[in-house]
T-cell receptor
Framework: GAGVSQTPSNKVTEKGKYVELRCDPI?????LYWYRQSLGQGPEFLIY????????DSGLPNDRFFAVRPEGSVSTLKIQRTERGDSAVYLC?????????????FGPGTRLTVT | QKEVEQDPGPLSVPEGAIVSLNCTYS??????FMWYRQYSRKGPELLMY????GNKEDGRFTAQVDKSSKYISLFIRDSQPSDSATYLC??????????FGQGTRLTINP
């Protein structure tokens, strides 16, 4: 079946602009996670959703970052007033449920470059 | 002290060698211990997860957890060039706390 998909695969934007990154999880997976991965580092947790609600957003670095999942499926990560330090690969993962957090399926990521 | 420590390598070994990858952690509340493989410009792919101390085997891969020493390992037997990738350990405290290691870059030379 289809895996986790993320769009766009690459995004180049200017400092100060607004960006939206989209994640389409595996059908039926109720838990969805966002991570950020900088070059040479492991993924860094940002936020996870159980259904439509953000169950834990403690990893969001500041209030420029926001994520939604209005219908409990597709999620959008939104970054306002982008900064060069936001440049990274943004990964999305899904799992069957929150108790399946140890068995996550990752998408290919969106490579964000802020110039 | 970092919550998770993983030697970033790079690690280079000849084809057929046994590879040992390791992570240490400081949070004794971690319950699940995972290993992911990540190829260049791809998302991480789950290899194995374990819940308790001891060994778990899957084909050429063996995951080992020592909770008393807060140390986990992944062993790869009969390594192949296709095993060349970055290997990431991940720790979970329920679903609330998910922490990855830095990743170890592994190259298997034919």
């Amino acid at each position: 079946g289809a895996g986790v998909s993320q769009t766009p695969s690459n995004k180049v934007t200017e400092k100060g602009k607004y960006v939206e990154l989209r994640c389409d999880p595996i059908s039926g997976h109720t838990a969805l996670y966002w991570y950020r991965q900088s070059l040479g580092q492991g993924p860094e947790f940002l936020i996870y959703f159980q259904g439509t609600g953000a169950a834990d957003d403690s990893g969001l670095p500041n209030d420029r970052f926001f994520a939604v999942r209005p219908e409990g499926s597709v999620s959008t990560l939104k970054i306002q007033r982008t900064e060069r330090g936001d440049s990274a690969v943004y990964l999305c993962a899904s799992s069957v449920g929150v108790l399946g957090a140890y068995e996550q399926y990752f998408g290919p990521g969106t490579r964000l470059t802020v110039t | 002290q970092k919550e998770v420590e993983q030697d970033p390598g790079p690690l280079s070994v000849p084809e057929g060698a046994i590879v040992s990858l390791n992570c240490t952690y400081s949070n004794s509340a971690f319950q699940y211990f995972m290993w992911y493989r990540q190829y260049s410009r791809k998302g991480p792919e789950l290899l194995m997860y374990t819940y308790s101390s001891g060994n778990k085997e899957d084909g050429r891969f063996t995951a080992q957890v020592d909770k008393s020493s807060k140390y986990i390992s992944l062993f790869i037997r009969d390594s192949q060039p296709s095993d060349s990738a970055t290997y990431l350990c991940e720790f979970a405290q329920g679903a609330q706390k998910l922490v990855f290691g830095q990743g170890t870059r592994l190259t298997i030379n034919p």
